[in-house]
């Protein structure tokens, strides 16, 4: 069955300092995985996904299929990341059935 | 922009109570989908539809039904309002599946009680 994990409910940094959200998968084909985020009084919204290995506002996420995880990293947090951010899972083929985390609060303390 | 637009956004059911949550977007996305997020924890997919016509289930459908008539709506009906049906719910679309972005709606926030 599909699963994800993200074993963290609340993460607080300071400013300035690396952020590392946690993400483990569970899918037995070949997943396409996402980071969602929704900020204060704003809609969910797309982050990033794996498939374009861009960089988004400073936030990166590498797939690591050995370890079934897609951690988001971001070298030098600023107080604007403070959200609440979801990873999600999909299969390739047809409608996007997307798997939610939990979801990980995180807040950047000043 | 309006994109993806839910009614209401409050709402207090009785047990037992029927309503329709709305939903419609503006941007010509094939891809329709409706979740619900219970406290503390992620999104659900409850029902979806690939185009006007066409729907099928997510998830946790029990309780829930949907139609597609056209493009731009995706209504959710409860029939029987439960307690367990109390819930964040959230309407999405996207133009199609795979990598494609999907867009979500505000959210329509349903107590049942």
């Known amino acids: 069955a599909q699963r994800v994990t993200q074993p963290e409910k609340l993460l607080s940094v300071f400013k300035g300092a690396p952020v590392e959200l946690k993400c483990n998968y569970s899918?037995?084909?070949?997943?396409?995985l996402f980071w969602y985020v929704q900020y204060s009084r704003q809609r969910l919204q797309l982050l990033l996904r794996?498939?374009s290995r861009e960089s988004i506002k400073g936030f990166t996420a590498d797939l690591n299929k050995g370890e079934t995880s897609f951690h988001l990293k971001k070298p030098f947090a600023q107080e604007e990341d403070s959200a609440m951010y979801y990873c999600?899972?999909?299969?390739?083929?047809?409608?996007?059935?997307?798997?939610f985390g939990q979801g990980t609060r995180l807040t950047i303390n000043p | 922009n309006a994109g993806v637009t839910q009614t209401p956004k409050f709402r207090i059911l009785k047990i037992g109570q029927s309503m329709t949550l709305q939903c419609t977007q503006d941007?010509?996305?094939?891809?329709m989908y409706w979740y619900r997020q219970d406290p503390g924890m992620g999104l659900k997919l409850i029902y979806y539809?690939?185009?006007?016509?066409?729907?099928d289930k997510g998830e946790v459908p029990n309780g829930y039904n949907v139609s597609r008539s056209t493009t731009e709506d995706f209504p959710l009906r409860l029939e029987l309002a439960a307690p367990s049906q109390t819930s964040v719910y959230f309407c999405?679309?996207?133009?199609?599946?795979?990598?494609?972005?999907?867009?979500f709606g505000e959210g329509s926030w349903l107590t049942v009680v």
């Open positions: 999405a679309s996207s133009y199609g599946g795979g990598g494609n972005t999907i867009y």
């Open positions: 899918y037995s084909g070949s997943p396409e």
């Open positions: 794996h498939i």
């Open positions: 999600a899972l999909n299969r390739k083929a047809g409608a996007q059935k997307l798997v």
């Open positions: 941007m010509n996305h094939n891809y």
């Open positions: 539809s690939v185009g006007a016509g066409i729907t």
